[in-house]
């Protein structure tokens, strides 16, 4: 979900408040994206097409990374 942490916290509170399951509001992604310094739109797309992906296909995340510096 896309928004402040005010503004999903308030969408947050109206599905509890409507009776929406905890188990169904624990699949909701926010902030979205994966880290990547992302900073211009297609940036931010790009991380949060890489979350879905990642998301859709069960991915660990942080196992994507391979640093060679270690």
Do not use: C, F, Y
Request: glycine share 6%; charged share 20%; proline share 3%.
């Amino acid at each position: 979900m896309i928004g402040s942490k005010t503004k999903v916290a308030t969408v947050l509170q109206q599905l509890r408040a409507k009776g929406v399951s905890e188990d169904i509001i624990k699949k909701i992604h926010s902030p979205i994206g994966i880290s990547i310094g992302a900073h211009t739109p297609a940036e931010i797309a790009i991380s949060i097409a890489a979350e879905i992906v990642a998301v859709r296909n069960n991915a660990d995340v942080s196992a994507l990374t391979l640093r060679l510096d270690k």
